[in-house]
């Protein structure tokens, strides 16, 4: 062999091996893509509140993690988003609670009769406590997401309608009226003698100005945003009948992927913004009702003593939507704990 083909050998040698590791530094840049889906438009107080926090994610992780937002259902309508995050089409989602409950029933208690006409701190007492992370646990454990902590409002739900007019409970007698889903929607429906209607969010605006059904459940900001008075929303009946709420939902690769660094970021994220989302959220919810009221929407606010009876009421049947719903009785029991009754 020449010395001439040893060095060229040599050479070649050397040069793979410098350029190895700089063809492996360059894969590390490159950075991780975290896809975040919601079916909401982007006006929506939950849209808003992902916008700023995955651009906070973005530079928290230095440029490690590149987000994308995909909204108003550009990807997933919330009732099939957590079986996409279970398979990995999207990195990030927070579909509503009711949304979660075909795979973990116990997703939707904040929907019980204990929690008809109840304050909003009586209920962040209960999903940020024992109950609420005992159905994080659940969700951790069954679908394999992770959760990040401490769910994010949509509000109070309450009654809309398009051409009968709402001035009390009993005006439900006899109505179709969409749910957005979950057993416990339905049954509170059933309550009132109305009739359930499931309808995904997208579709809803249609489904109302073509007569689907005559009203729904949904939140004041909700209805404003999603400018529902162009389909024919005409009446609303408050009595914060449950609060809405969002479960903030991440695939569990994604999250093995980023590193624990990354993950203790976006969890102190979560918990550092999460009450100014809240705040930001029931800000919308009175603004949505001021918009909706301009537009000629007509509001009747149930009396807290109706609330209250009506509650009483819906208790000695809370088993029977326990039951219904399939929600296990000791989650019922911290529950009750914490609520107080």
């Known amino acids: 062999m020449s010395a001439t083909l040893t060095r060229r ?32 438009e982007p006006s929506h107080p939950r849209n808003v509140g992902f916008r700023d926090f995955l651009a906070k994610i973005e530079k928290g992780s230095n ?17 099939h988003v957590v079986k996409a995050l279970v398979q990995g089409q999207v990195e990030m989602a927070c579909p509503g609670t009711w949304t979660v409950t075909g795979f973990v029933p116990d997703a939707d208690f904040s929907q019980l009769p204990a929690f008809y006409g109840r304050p909003i701190d009586v209920v962040h007492k209960v999903t940020d406590g024992p109950a609420g992370k005992f159905v994080n646990a659940e969700m951790t454990k069954k679908l394999h997401l992770e959760t990040l902590g401490a769910w994010f409002d949509l509000g ?12 009390t409970l009993a005006d439900l007698k006899g109505m ?3 749910s957005p889903g979950g057993v416990l929607n339905s049954w509170r429906i059933k309550f009132f003698d109305g009739i359930p209607n499931v309808t995904a969010w997208p579709d809803v605006p249609l489904a109302m100005s ?25 009446h609303s009946l408050q009595d914060q009948q449950g609060m809405g709420l969002y479960v903030p939902l991440v695939n569990q690769t994604f999250w093995a992927k980023i590193g624990k660094k990354n993950q203790e970021m976006i969890l102190s994220l979560w918990a550092e913004n999460l009450p100014t989302y ?3 959220t029931a800000a919308a919810q009175d603004a949505g009702r001021a918009s909706l009221t301009k537009q000629g929407v007509k509001f009747v606010d149930v009396p807290q003593s109706v609330l209250d009876a009506t509650r009483a009421k819906m208790l000695p049947r809370q088993n029977e939507a326990v039951s219904g719903a399939h929600i296990s009785p000791a989650l019922v029991k911290l529950v009750m704990a914490d609520i107080g009754a």
């Open 176 to 178: 179709k009226l969409r």
């Open 278 to 280: 809240r705040k930001n």
């Open 63 to 79: 440029g490690e993690i590149k987000t994308r937002l995909f909204e108003s259902g550009a990807l997933f309508p919330d009732l």
């Open 9 to 40: 050998a040599f050479g070649a040698t050397a040069a793979a091996v410098l350029a190895t590791p700089f063809i492996r530094n360059a894969e590390a840049a490159a950075p991780i893509e975290l896809r975040c889906s919601l079916d909401t």
């Open 210 to 234: 073509q007569g689907t059904f005559d009203g729904l459940i949904t939140t004041n900001a909700s209805a404003a945003s999603s400018k529902l008075y162009d389909s024919g929303l005409r």
């Open 156 to 167: 109070f739900n309450n009654w809309y309608s398009t051409k009968k007019p709402l001035d």
